[in-house]
T-cell receptor, first 109, second 112 residues
Framework: RKEVEQDPGPFNVPEGATVAFNCTYS??????FFWYRQDCRKEPKLLMS???SGNEDGRFTAQLNRASQYISLLIRDSKLSDSATYLC??????????FGKGTSLLVTP | DAGITQSPRHKVTETGTPVTLRCHQT?????MYWYRQDPGHGLRLIHY???????DKGEVSDGYSVSRSKTEDFLLTLESATSSQTSVYFC???????????FGPGTRLTVT
């Protein structure tokens, strides 16, 4: 079973919309998570770290639901520049992060 | 963002030739990583380093070797390049006592 599962999308939303992605995880002992964004043909960039119940940074809100074992990322007032792939990554027990394929978001005018 | 650079940024090489990619960081981070990314796949770990001269294999290490002779540099060598190693290669670093990784801009390698 994969460590995390994400809907690959693509999610197509109009500019200004609110969009949410879920990421389910299998290891109930996972303590914290990271959201990365990756633009086409670019490197992944850390968007947000989620250590307890959640985190908020401007238009972006992440929430961790330990009972149901999922993490959500909410983007409010979507911008064209939010178009990217969003990767949910659990904090590892070892040295390396385990990246999946992520969720693709396309914000349209 | 950590100061991470990769060189070269683009390279075309022929099958059977050795290739070395360089990752350079200015943040004094202890850990460094090499990933490859291919269409339809997520990032896959090739090798990583947990200190100078300390390295270990990732999930797709066959055909690759690494070296880390100083903190700031992590080299990835394709001993004899094959077409299946055509990919985008990303380097990443992280500091001790943290888990967030920061990525370099990537190297696009084509093996013909």
């Amino acid at each position: 079973r994969k460590e995390v599962e994400q809907d690959p999308g693509p999610f197509n939303v109009p500019e200004g919309a609110t969009v949410a992605f879920n990421c389910t995880y299998s290891n109930s002992a996972s303590q914290s998570f990271f959201w990365y964004r990756q633009d086409c043909r670019k490197e992944p960039k850390l968007l947000m770290s989620v250590y307890s119940s959640g985190n908020e940074d401007g238009r972006f809100t992440a929430q961790l639901n330990r009972a149901s074992q999922y993490i959500s990322l909410l983007i409010r007032d979507s911008k064209l520049s939010d178009s990217a792939t969003y990767l949910c990554v659990p904090r590892p027990s070892g040295y390396a992060l385990n990246f999946g394929k992520g969720t693709s978001l396309l914000v349209t005018p | 963002d950590a100061g991470i650079t990769q060189s070269p940024r683009h390279k075309v090489t022929e099958t059977g030739t050795p290739v070395t990619l360089r990752c350079h960081q200015t943040e004094n981070h202890r850990y460094m990583y090499w990933y490859r990314q291919d269409p339809g796949h997520g990032l896959r770990l090739i090798h990583y380093s947990y200190g100078v001269k300390d390295t270990d294999k990732g999930e797709v290490s066959d055909g690759y070797s690494v070296s880390r002779s100083k903190t700031e540099d992590f080299l990835l060598t394709l001993e004899s390049a094959t077409s299946s190693q055509t990919s985008v290669y990303f380097c990443a670093t992280r500091e001790d006592l943290a888990y967030e990784q920061y990525f370099g801009p990537g190297t696009r390698l084509t093996v013909t």
